[in-house]
T-cell receptor, first 111, second 116 residues
């Protein structure tokens, strides 16, 4: 079946690195995504990784993909209070453009 | 370039009523997807429209229906509302189909539906 799982909460201090983890089940996914949702807002795409890559870096963001273990992580370097939000991991499905989202990880950044 | 816009932003209905939510896709996009996000959950795929045809559907009953218009805007209709339909309904637009590109979705800010 299709399932994406994430831990629900993460709390870090400003300036530290944050690592948000995700596991997925559909090994045929072509792309995996990280979305950010701030309170009262829609989802904003942060980054994505193609399934044949192990790592992707984009400024403060580093995505690691372990396809064997079906494990995806998002590392945010030098985390700021403005990074406080809910982060969703998602995989694409072969079914009609569907994205399968995890439950979201609420990141709290303390000054 | 305008982003994805949704209306209304908030609405309250009672059980058994019907609701229509609207979405204008981002300029240049021809694909619209609808998601339901219950409180504390991730978005769940309802369906997708590509060039006015339904291209895929999630595990939602037939009382959830949609339309896409020639200008690629879209509507989500829900009949016979139930309490569990209370959620944030998100519209997302993209260009083409996910199998041919990165599948990146551009989301609107959502319509928050409360069913009493």
């Amino acid at each position: 079946g299709e399932d994406v799982e994430q831990s629900l909460f993460l709390s870090v201090r400003e300036g530290d690195s944050s690592v948000i983890n995700c596991t997925y089940t559909d090994s045929s996914s072509t792309y995996l995504y990280w979305y950010k949702q701030e309170p009262g807002a829609g989802l904003q795409l942060l980054t994505y990784i193609f399934s044949n890559m192990d790592m992707k870096q984009d400024q403060r963001l580093t995505v690691l993909l372990n396809k064997k273990d079906k494990h995806l992580s998002l590392r945010i370097a030098d985390t700021q209070t403005g990074d406080s939000a809910i982060y969703f991991c998602a995989e694409n499905s072969n079914q009609g453009g569907k994205l399968i989202f995890g439950q979201g990880t609420e990141l709290s950044v303390k000054p | 370039e305008t982003g994805v816009t949704q209306s209304p932003t908030h609405l309250i209905k009672t059980r058994g009523q019907q609701v229509t939510l609207r979405c204008s896709s981002q300029s240049g996009h021809n694909t619209v997807s609808w998601y339901q996000q219950a409180l504390g959950q991730g978005p769940q795929f309802i369906f997708q429209y590509y060039r006015e045809e339904e291209n895929g559907r999630g595990n939602f009953p037939p009382r959830f229906s949609g339309l896409q218009f020639p200008n690629y805007s879209s509507e989500l209709n829900v009949n016979a509302l139930e309490l569990d339909d209370s959620a944030l309904y998100l519209c997302a637009s993209s260009y083409g189909l996910a199998v041919t590109n990165t599948g990146e979705l551009f989301f609107g800010e959502g319509s928050r539906l409360t069913v009493l």
